[in-house]
């Protein structure tokens, strides 16, 4: 290893160059002179060094005229004064003969392949000079026939040259081992699980091998490696709070492909089938196109003059019959930082009021509130590239490889690294067999298992008092809790055995590093804030907090819902965290705004609902949130909406909600727009428009702009420089923060003037000055004290990788011919004891309503447990889940529903949901 | 010697020196523990417990013994590999896939005498700070996979394994681990990735250095089956007397495994150096068969560079240049080097004039074709190009051009893989192109012509990406 101040050289074909630690021969030719110089078919950036092809073989000599030895530049480490020659006779004949040997196998149709001018192999084959191959037709593998059988992957293993990069991609990048090499030698050949198709294998469709595999061997139906796109854009995907950098290819108006850029800080090479594949919803013919206006009943096709004209009358009549609090607003996590600074903009200053939310409240609202208790700020104190650096991963309430995959990748690969895994959950997740343990615990007793959890820590003696004593406060009011802790009532709560508890605090704690992770299986419930509180407990007490590879990392699940509280898209705190009722806070907000603001905290968004039915609230404004399919206990949401006198939305599709709108503006998808998204680890990333928005309609930033000034508010056009240069005046974080210095890969808040980031938060010192413990007892949720004895299972949801919420943009793609139903996970002894078989239909009774679902027998939950996901929301899933809600933040209750189970039989004129397949028509192409 | 008696036929030659073999084919021996033990079985494994670990690797390295498996690459110093701040725990592996053509002597140890190699592993074990051991075997080898169980139990329940072994505090445990039928689990890092379960793709070195990170990336030994029970002699004799057998940097004694064209085939036992091929050959094997002439031999496994019959070697004897006649090379390390090939595996193959060196030629590169695993390209498809090109030549169809294509192929894999099947696969094509260029050439048809095939499809479209 090179010392990182010294200036160490080695010579390229007689140059000195500078070298770096850790290069390779390669990466430092590719460094200085170009990738592409010293040719390479198995080798590939976002690759281990793999060693096998040969052609990136160099000369090299200790000195200019000593005597010479070929390596493989690849995986061969850099010495200081290395002499590297790179275009000796013998290598050239060396690098010659081997793509020789490579083209006897391959098929000759280069001018009709899919990846002709974009293909390795061919690049190779120029630069090397091949003119004639010396061997006659032989035996080859020309024959092989198309795998065509998934709905995204392709493979063509005629055009394999077996350079394994798909087998490493599956592996190093994905994690899934999907792909394989079968047979040696000249037999050698790409298999996919046990020699099936790509729709028969386990396959999650990630496509890193397609994009690895240097020719078209593995490609997409969007044959996406094509040179037919003429234009290329970067930008970040809106499918989850991980923040996927892509690189969107187009020609004309037109999306052709997707691919994920390499060197990306967030996703290098790497993301999902959602941000790689599921993009043809944009152009859908179920977009919306015309602004819809409900005269007597019925929507009608009218201008955009004439809807804001129309809407600007109404919240005006509203505005001035009933006062500013009468009017609403829930902005959208999916949207932009600008639109949604923006839109509590045109609330607050436009209509008067802090009846602000977003959809932050029914996911992540209790991390925000929890980690501002305790630390200061509600957000990932660390980074995900810290899982480099850590020891021991947490994992509490979130299913990573299901909802964030490309980092739920990253963790899958470090636990199989050796890193330490705990998985607090109470499924079976994918992570499970990765992991040192499983805590798997009744849904809804996060509180009495980490409070365990804390107290074998504490018992142990393995807590960091010097951390506490110098950053912490309260620490003495928690140990008094831990000590008052009554183990048997917690175990007997929880459910799982306290040996394995403890076994795991104290890997936790002894670990060097160790870092958190948590999702909604933690914020859902009626103690989320609390648990979370709890959690930033056990960061502190172990000293795990303001270093690399530490930390409580919410793993958030909308791209932009860090970004849309960050905006001040929450009733009580404006832009940027300050809260609305603060005297000098409130007159900051008045003088910026030039408009006077109102001082009193607004409805959250269950109140807003509540107002509603109650007739206080008159109109609601939705920027791209499906409220009638997405929140809990429906009947109630829609009774809202029909309460309402006045409703506008802005979306892309007509979804359930806009089907009770007044005003529906038809808004663009993040294709056709620019702003900025900040993903879960603080990172503002830009998001760059790739194609025009749809004829008729427009980025949800713009409708704001216009709408702000059709009622008197002077707000310049949108830009997004200028709405970041605004924004950057206000959140005190943002300060330092310009559109053009955010470059490629963003920058992470707090960002310091010159754009300069912060990658660990608490360096030192909290941002609230000291750590705030607290302690609190677990309380069992009123949905289960009220229901449990009529209802004995407890329902819990969660996600698939393949679908996003309410599937609105992903069962307009390929995706919805991946997975075609939710349906419910029931233990075999449950399943027995009900006479319930895997594919019966299953109805689930709650004290609100019943929903009838498919089974599917695994032991993946807990006997007592089932589960379902709600991406199908004809299932109507959340006809049964509860009204209750976090105490601290209204947070709905997703996680824990009582329930009773029953097997059905398929009886005419019953609507059985579960099966029904969506029609064909639905998906595009 | 005198008080062993031998299978009839079976007894050894009076040139051997018998050691590893002492207990092969031996007229009243089995493989129980019982029969080991009354001959003074695992004595030196107490004797070992007694030193230091480290005292035993000096000993080792004194005695100066080499790799048997084919690298002749001294043992204790590649025990001293073994990164000295190392954490991790250690494995020490056998490779007992011994499957390099030509060679036969470790599957006698294993069926004949298994506690002698448990004992040397045992005490190789202690050396290096394993815990635990592998005896990786070829799935070739069912019998003798069956026999190492049997014997590693009764060796356990004997306290000569498992935990606190002789009440010394050492604990060990041996798995054997059976292949599934590659040539390439013979490569160290082939047989580390198989043992993880995985394709037996070798590593890359660097980083993948088997000392460093082998088996689960933890620091590893490998040695092969007959090295291992060298240790046991060693300790037996000590390092010093030890290296008084065989020849200066040449020490101890190897199984030489002698087939082809010679009356008697066979194994024997010899002092390293101490017996020339022709005496190899001649005497101990007893001769060519009837008629015949030498006209080639492969001097240490089938990947051995061919050596020919009459050949002269000028190789350094002092300080001098010294002429040295195939039959007159003896049969160690150095000297095979010297004369451009190597000791390998001890498989000595011996061609007489009867053979076409066509069909000799076509045959290994029928077997590397066949056993290559295809990771490195140069190899997957120059091994079959080799066999492609040495078919032809057997079938009379040979194009004047072919045996330079040939040569080409060969040498544009050696050296150029990531691991040493790429010589092993090329070197025997090199050397016979080498040493019998007119006699392949021989073998070509001037009548067919030289295949060149234009891409010019290809090339059309990769100038159009250029």
Partial sequence: ?925 | MADINYLPGKEPHAREHRMIFRNVDRAGWDTSIATYLKEGGYEQLKAALKMEPKAVTEEVKKAGVRGRGGAGFPAGLKWTFIPPNNTKPVYLICNADESEPGTFKDRYIIHQDPHQLIEGMAIACFAVGAKLAYIYIREEFPEGAKILEKAIAEAREKGFLGKNIQGTGFDLEIYVHRGAGAYICGEETGLIESLEGKRPYPRIKPPYFPAAMGLYLCPTIVNNVETLCHVKHIIQMGGDEYAKLGTPNNTGTRILCVSGDVQKPGYFEVQVGKVTMGELIHDMCGGLKPGRKLKAVIPGGSSAKVLRGGEVFKIKRGDAMVDVSLEDIPMDFDTLAACGSMAGSGGVIVIDDSRSISWVLNNLNAFYAHESCGQCTPCREGSLWMKKITDRLVAGQGAPGDIDTLDSVARQIDGRTICAFGEACSWPTEAFVAKFRDELVADTNPGTADAIVNRETLLAAANLAQ
């Fill in chain 1, 1 to 925: 290893m090179v010392s990182l101040t010294a200036k160490t050289v080695a010579y390229i074909d007689g140059s000195a160059y500078e070298m770096e630690p850790g290069d390779t021969i390669l990466k430092f030719v590719d460094r200085h002179v170009g990738r592409g110089h010293v040719p390479t078919l198995c080798d590939a950036p976002q690759l281990e060094p793999y060693g096998a092809c040969r052609v990136c073989s160099v000369e090299i000599a200790l000195t200019a005229d000593g005597p010479r030895r070929v390596v493989a530049s690849c995986h061969t480490p850099l010495t200081e004064n290395l002499h590297i020659f790179t275009e000796s006779k013998n290598v050239r004949d060396l690098r010659r003969n081997i793509v020789e040997l490579v083209l006897t196998d391959h098929p000759l149709d280069c001018l009709t392949c899919e990846v002709n001018g974009n293909c390795e192999l061919q690049t190779v084959a120029a630069k090397v000079g091949i003119r004639k191959v010396r061997y006659p037709e032989g035996k080859n593998h020309l024959d092989r026939t198309k795998d065509l059988s998934h709905p995204y992957m392709t493979s063509d293993l005629s055009k394999c040259i077996n350079c394994s990069r798909c087998v490493r991609a599956c592996d190093e990048v994905q994690g899934q081992m999907v792909l394989s090499m079968h047979g040696r030698g000249f037999n050698a050949r790409i298999i996919k699980g046990l020699d099936t198709s790509f729709a028969e294998s386990d396959c999650v469709s990630c496509g890193a091998c397609a994009q690895a595999c240097p020719t078209s061997a593995i490609s997409d139906v969007h044959q996406s490696k094509a040179i037919e796109a003429t234009d290329s854009t970067r930008t970040v995907c809106t499918y989850c709070g991980v923040g996927c950098n892509l690189e969107v290819k187009t020609k004309g108006n037109e999306v052709l492909g997707i691919t994920a850029p390499v060197g990306a800080e967030v996703n290098n090479a790497h993301t999902c089938l959602k941000g790689r594949y599921a993009f043809k919803f944009y152009n859908h013919p179920d977009r919306l196109r015309k602004p819809l206006v409900r005269y007597n009943g019925h929507f009608e096709e009218v201008s955009w003059d004439e809807a804001y004209d129309y809407i600007a009358k109404r919240l005006g009549e509203i505005k001035t019959q009933h006062g500013p609090d009468a009017i609403a607003g829930i902005s959208s996590a999916r949207c932009t930082n600008e639109e949604n600074y923006l839109m509590q903009k045109f609330i607050r200053a436009v209509i008067g009021t802090n009846n602000i939310d977003c959809c932050a409240r029914v996911c992540h609202s209790p991390t925000a509130f929890g980690m501002q208790k305790s630390f200061g700020t509600g957000a990932a104190t660390n980074s995900v590239v810290d899982l480099q650096y850590t020891d021991c991963i947490l994992i509490i309430g979130a299913n990573p490889t299901e909802g964030h995959p490309v980092t739920g990748a990253k963790i899958k690969q470090r636990l199989m690294k050796g890193v330490t895994g705990i998985v607090i959950d109470p499924r079976r997740i994918e992570l499970v067999p990765y992991a040192k343990h499983h805590l798997q615990l009744r849904p809804g007793t996060n509180v009495a298992l980490l409070n365990m959890f804390a107290y074998y820590i504490w018992e142990a003696g393995l807590v960091d008092r010097e951390f506490i004593e110098k950053r912490c406060e309260n620490w003495a009011d928690f140990e008094n809790g831990l000590r008052s802790l009554d183990l048997d009532e917690l175990e007997r709560i929880h459910g799982v055995d306290r040996e394995q508890v403890k076994a795991a605090a104290l890997d936790y704690a002894r670990a060097e590093a160790a870092m958190e992770f948590h999702g909604l299986g933690v914020t859902e419930h009626s103690q989320g804030a609390k648990t979370v509180m709890l959690i930033a407990n056990l960061a502190m007490m172990t000293g795990n907090i303001g270093r690399p590879g530490c930390g409580v990392n919410p793993l958030r699940g909308q791209n932009n819902v860090q970004g849309a509280a960050d905006m001040g898209c929450q009733p009580h705190q404006g832009a940027g965290y300050m809260p609305v009722d603060d005297p000098q806070w409130h007159e900051t907000y008045e003088k910026f705004y030039g408009m006077p603001v109102s001082d009193e905290i607004g409805y959250k968004i269950p109140q807003m609902f509540e107002a509603a039915r109650e007739g206080k609230l008159k109109a609601l404004w939705l920027m791209g949130e499906d409220v009638v399919q997405t929140d809990p206990n429906s009947e109630a949401v829609k009774e809202a909406m029909n309460a309402l006198d006045f409703l506008v939305v802005q979306e892309i599709f007509m979804t359930e909600t806009a089907q009770y709108a007044d005003v529906v503006l038809p808004a663009a998808s993040f294709l056709e727009k620019s702003g900025t998204f900040t993903n879960a680890e603080r990172r503002v990333q830009r998001v760059q428009a790739a194609v025009e928005p749809l004829p008729g309609t427009k980025p949800d930033g713009q409708i704001l702009v216009e709408i702000m000034n059709r009622m008197g508010y002077p707000q310049p056009d949108y830009t997004p420089e200028g709405m970041l240069a605004e924004i950057a005046q206000i959140v005190p974080f943002f300060k330092g923060a310009t559109w053009d210095g955010l470059g490629d890969n963003g920058k992470q808040w707090p960002i310091q003037e010159g754009n300069v980031g912060t990658a660990i938060m608490h360096v030192g010192q909290f941002k609230r000055g000291l750590g705030k413990f607290h302690f609190f007892p677990f309380r069992e949720s009123e949905e289960l004290v009220a229901h449990g004895k009529e209802f004995p299972f407890i329902l819990t949801t969660g996600r698939l990788l393949e679908h996003y919420n309410c599937g609105t943009m992903t069962r307009r793609t390929g995706n919805g011919r991946i997975v075609t139903k939710d349906v419910l996970a029931v233990n075999p002894a449950d399943a027995a004891r009900k006479g319930i078989e895997d594919g019966d239909h299953v109805r689930i009774v709650s004290a609100r309503g019943e929903v009838i679902l498919e089974a599917q027998v695994t032991d993946e939950v807990k006997p007592g447990v089932v589960f379902t996901t709600f991406h199908f929301p004809e299932h109507l899933v959340n006809n049964v889940t509860s009204d209750v809600h976090c105490d601290d933040t209204l947070c709905p209750e997703y996680k824990i529903t009582a329930v009773d189970i029953e097997k059905v039989l398929d009886e005419p004129g019953r609507q059985v949901h579960s099966s029904r397949i969506v029609p064909a028509e639905v998906f595009a192409k």
